[in-house]
């Protein structure tokens, strides 16, 4: 019998999960962990594949809201948790599971899919195109200072310490009032928020248990950093490393502060900053940015299920009248011409049989969506064509976003 795609029943969670933990490698989920997961996972959007008893693959849907450009929060399905056993590869599996998805998120209504790529060429075929980057540094802070304009005591923001889990709630009104102002960031429903505050990798053995310093101003929190200390050291003395998890202020002079607090912490003389938008501000705050080895990778991953009410739920840097051509073989629902028109205050997307300005992919199209890559670069790397003089360069201009996209955590 061949396998069979289903619908996870809630008492089949740990049977999928196990199959989801075995194909990633690695050792098991901590509990804390695999309890907020377990408590987090939609049953009703999750599927597994079973070959007779065995679970043999995995793919679930989390139930999100995304900023998009001009801050309107988008129903997105958060796609998660996918994976094909080992045993099972090249039969299909993967594709039987996303043509099921995409289809259930169209019934849904939601104009959007995304997810985090373990392996990015994976969902390309699907639709999907990279729409974030991430920022990471290792930062010598023994070399590269950073600078508080106006010094320290330009502003009454005070610094302290805080246990994690105490702060939690006014630290995720600071993330809250951020999201909106930024493209790709998700709006967290309750229980998300416990995602920032479970205990690292290794804990106590390797590194400090997770330290939270919040910045206050007048009674007011208006800031947060997120963070592990690891003790180093060798023959010339201490040389301890600081790993941010995540720092969000609600203002410059929070901002700065917390990331000057985090270059002169004691006995440390490296910052490591895993996940930051591409760019973040401390970046023009230090005085030898080549010392802070910057990489680049991809982030989040956007699909357009529905390119009519996805373009017209964001807003445009620039007044656009364009109409593009959009090849979609995997949702054929989106092929076809949309004449495109809006500005700053919205937008309108509908059918039209008017000669096309731009044509494109909609694995294209769904990269430069948030407005973190330009159409004229994808253009210049073969992903778009222009059909009328200067549309390109046009439309690109109205996609482009300020600040850059950028997604804080995985889901």
């Known amino acids: 019998m061949a396998p069979q795609l289903r619908t996870l029943e809630a008492q089949e969670w740990d049977t999928w999960y196990r199959t989801l933990e075995r194909a990633f490698g690695g050792p098991p989920t901590p509990p804390e962990a695999r309890e907020l997961w377990q408590g987090l996972t939609e049953p009703e959007r999750s599927l597994g594949v079973w070959d007779g008893e065995e679970c043999v693959g995995t793919a679930g849907a989390f139930s999100l809201r995304l900023s998009v450009p001009g801050g309107t929060l988008v129903d997105t399905a958060g796609v998660t948790m996918v994976s094909v056993a080992a045993t099972h590869r090249r039969r299909g599996l993967m594709t039987t599971m ?28 699907f639709g999907y195109g990279m729409a974030t980057q991430q920022l990471s540094a290792t930062i010598d802070t023994t070399r590269v200072r950073l600078e508080v304009p106006g010094g320290t005591g330009a502003d009454p923001v005070r610094l302290r310490y805080a246990d994690p889990q105490s702060a939690l709630t006014a ?4 993330y809250a009032d951020q999201v909106t102002a930024r493209p790709g960031m998700p709006a967290r429903r309750p229980g998300w928020e416990r995602l920032g505050v479970l205990a690292p990798q290794g804990g106590g053995r390797d590194g400090s248990p997770l330290q939270c310093v919040v910045a206050d101003r007048d009674g007011e929190t208006v ?65 030898d ?37 959009v090849e979609d073989a995997f949702c054929p629902w989106n092929e076809g011409r949309w004449h495109l028109a809006g500005d700053s205050r919205g937008g309108s997307c509908t059918r039209t049989r ?39 360069t046009h439309a690109s201009l109205a996609f482009a976003t300020d600040p850059a996209p950028w997604l804080p955590h995985a889901f």
Request: net charge neutral; proline share 6%; glycine share 6%.
């Open 289 to 325: 940015v080549r010392r802070c080895e910057r990489q680049l990778r991809d982030g989040l991953f956007v699909r357009l299920v529905d390119v009519g009410a996805a373009l017209e739920a964001r807003a445009y840097r620039t007044p656009v009248d364009v109409v593009l051509e």
């Open 171 to 174: 630290c995720e009104a600071v």
């Open 354 to 392: 008017a000669r096309p300005d731009v044509a494109l992919p909609t694995a294209a199209l769904a990269s430069a969506y948030l407005g973190g890559v330009p159409l004229t670069i994808l253009a210049r790397a073969g992903r778009a064509a222009e059909l009328s003089p200067g549309a390109l």
């Open 98 to 125: 996303m043509r099921r998805q995409l289809d259930d998120v169209r019934e849904r209504g939601e104009p959007l899919a995304a997810l985090v790529a373990s392996e990015p060429g994976i969902y390309g075929r």
């Open 223 to 287: 800031g947060y950093a997120r963070f592990q200390n690891t003790p180093q050291w060798d023959v010339s003395g201490a040389r301890g490393m600081i790993v941010l998890r995540d720092l969000e202020a609600r203002d410059p002079a929070a901002y700065a502060r917390l990331w000057r607090f985090l270059f002169e912490i004691d006995l440390t003389s490296t910052l490591v900053a895993q996940n930051r938008p591409v760019d973040d501000a401390w970046q023009h705050l230090v005085s």
